[in-house]
Every structure is written in C-alpha cells, then in structure tokens.
C-alpha cells in the first residue's frame, strides 16, 4: 500500500480543487450559453408576436351575409358590400376614440393598433367616443332606404393600423362555422358569426406609447403614456432622448374645425439635457376637447422632419 506523504497530500488536496474549480467553470459557461440562447428565442417570440396576424371578428352584425369586393389589396383594408343593411360591429374589443363624419369610426383595438370602420352611404353612430366596448358591439345602423340594388349599396372599408403604419395589419377573420380564422379573398360572400361579448370586455387595455411612434421625428419616448386617449386639463409627463441635435423636444397638438381643417391648437417644449434626455410637462388646456392629431419632434433650426400625427381624443374626464 502506497503511503501519502504529507506533501503529496497537499498536492492531492490542491488538485481536487482546481478539478472543481474547472467543473464548475464548465458548468458557468455551459449555463450562461444557454441563458443565451433563451434570451435569444424570447426576443424573436416577442417580434414574432408583433408581427403576428391579428385574429378579429367580421366586422357586421350576426347571421348577415356580406360579400367582399376587395381584400388587402396594396394594404388598403377590406371593402364588405352591405347589401343587406347589417349594423357594423366592432371586429374586437376596444375604445371608440373618433367619430369622423361623415364616413368613419376609429376604435383602439390595444397593443397600438387602430380599427378604422369607414362606411359608404347612410349611417347613424350607435356608440359615443370614450365608450368602452366589447366584440359586436354595434358602431352604426346602416340606413338603406332609397338604394337601388347594385347600386348605391352601403359599403364598409375595414382596416387594422397602427399610429405609423401606412398599409393594414395582416389580418386573419373568424367566420361563422369556421373554427379557424382564416384570410379572405375577395369576390367571396361570407357569413358572420360576430356576437356580442360582456365577458372579455373588462380585459382591455387602452394602447400606450411603446417608444418609436416618433422616430421619424427624431424622438424616442420612454414613459408609459396613453397614446389614444389624452386627458384635458391634467399635467402629463413625456420622458425620453432626443436621437439627434436639438434646440428642444416639442409636443404639437390639432383640432379642426366644422369644414375639417386642422389647426394647431397647442405646443409645449422642453429642452433635452447634455445626454439628449428630456423631460416634457404637458397640460392639454382643459377647454380643448374631442377629436385631434398629435406628434412630439426634435426641434432644430430646420424644424421638426417628419409628418407622423397619431390620431387621439381628448377629454377632461379622464
């Protein structure tokens, strides 16, 4: 039998530590590969989800059918010929935030995408901007009386935005009968199964701002703010970096008047910091209500470079 001697066993002592050393420095490396690569798999869930089809309702009332003339075509919406003179129905949960005669409803559908109903002939709004609404709700009574048949049918062009986006959201239709939503293709009547729902209605949540809404203007806005639905009299408080030089960050807001010309109606401005931080008080004037359009920009000699306005309504009561 071997006999340890007292400095072989410190040798022996010091080598099973470095082994555990090593173990565990292979165990280090092989744990933060894999935090990698999660961290990897969440973020391209995350775009994934963004970029998702949108799965909504079809937008007129229950057990009507509908023929559609026009699908997406170069992201401009659906055209659904209402021949029948159903209601249109709100395709998902929301907030209505515009009622823009003579032709459109514009809802928040969250997740800072905008539903725009907007409707060719006689209708009457059955709902008040502000309103919270639930799937079917019904947003106008379509009036039929005096169309000859073929022509001069009510038509609904239905579309799914966001505050920039230029085309349509993809979107997928659920149908009555149908367990799947599925995409439409034009030229094709289909059936709706669009019901009215109470239970989901409480799950909404108003859109906010995720950041990039005004890049374009050379802003980027960190804070949580409502993006559609501004309040009238109460101090709001804009964070966030200016992406280039500027004098100052600039919130612009627009009414418009009784023939539809947007004037602006108020501005505030806050000059960012040596790091391009900025932090901009916003109190709308409280006799300032109702529809507008609204942009924050970096502000230079030039100006503010960019023309992204997100459509919004303002109302002291919230």
């Not at 725009?116 to 039929?144: C, H, K, M, Q």
């Not at 505050?163 to 349509?168: A, G, N, S, W, Y």
Request: charged share 25%; net charge positive.
């Amino acid at each position: 039998m071997m006999k340890l001697t007292k400095k072989s066993g410190k040798m022996s002592i010091f080598a099973c530590f470095f082994q555990k050393i090593g173990h565990f420095s292979s165990f280090l490396r092989i744990f933060l590969v894999v935090l990698a690569v999660g961290a990897g798999v969440c973020r391209a869930q995350a775009e994934s989800t963004e970029n998702d089809p949108r799965e909504v309702w079809l937008p007129f009332k229950r057990g009507y059918w509908a023929n559609c003339s026009r699908g997406a075509a170069k992201g401009h919406g659906w055209i659904f010929n209402l021949v029948e003179g159903p209601p249109v129905v709100a395709a998902e949960d929301g907030r209505v935030i515009l009622i823009d005669h003579p032709n459109r409803i514009i809802v928040d559908h969250g997740g800072g995408l905008l539903g725009f109903y907007e409707i060719n002939g006689r209708w009457e709004a059955e709902v008040i901007p502000g309103e919270l609404i639930s799937a079917g709700t019904e947003l106008a009574d379509i009036d039929t009386r005096g169309n000859r048949k073929g022509r001069g049918d009510p038509m609904l062009n239905f579309s799914v935005r966001g505050p920039t986006l230029q085309k349509t959201h993809d979107v997928r239709f659920r149908l009555a009968g149908s367990k799947k939503a599925v995409d439409i293709n034009k030229k094709t009547k289909y059936l709706s199964g669009t019901r009215k729902s109470h239970a989901s209605q409480g799950n909404f949540r108003d859109s906010t701002l995720r950041g990039n809404e005004f890049r374009e203007q050379g802003v980027l806005i960190t804070s949580a703010n409502h993006m559609y639905w501004l309040p009238g009299g109460k101090e709001t408080m804009y964070e966030g970096k200016a992406l280039k030089e500027a004098d100052a960050v600039v919130f612009q807001l627009w009414t418009s008047d009784e023939a539809g010309k947007k004037k602006l109606a108020y501005e505030e401005k806050a000059a960012p910091d040596d790091g391009n931080h900025f932090v901009l008080s916003v109190t709308i004037p409280a006799h300032i209500s109702g529809n507008c359009w609204y942009r924050l920009g970096a502000r230079n000699k030039g100006g503010i470079k960019g023309g992204t306005q997100i459509p919004a309504r303002v109302d002291s009561r919230h």
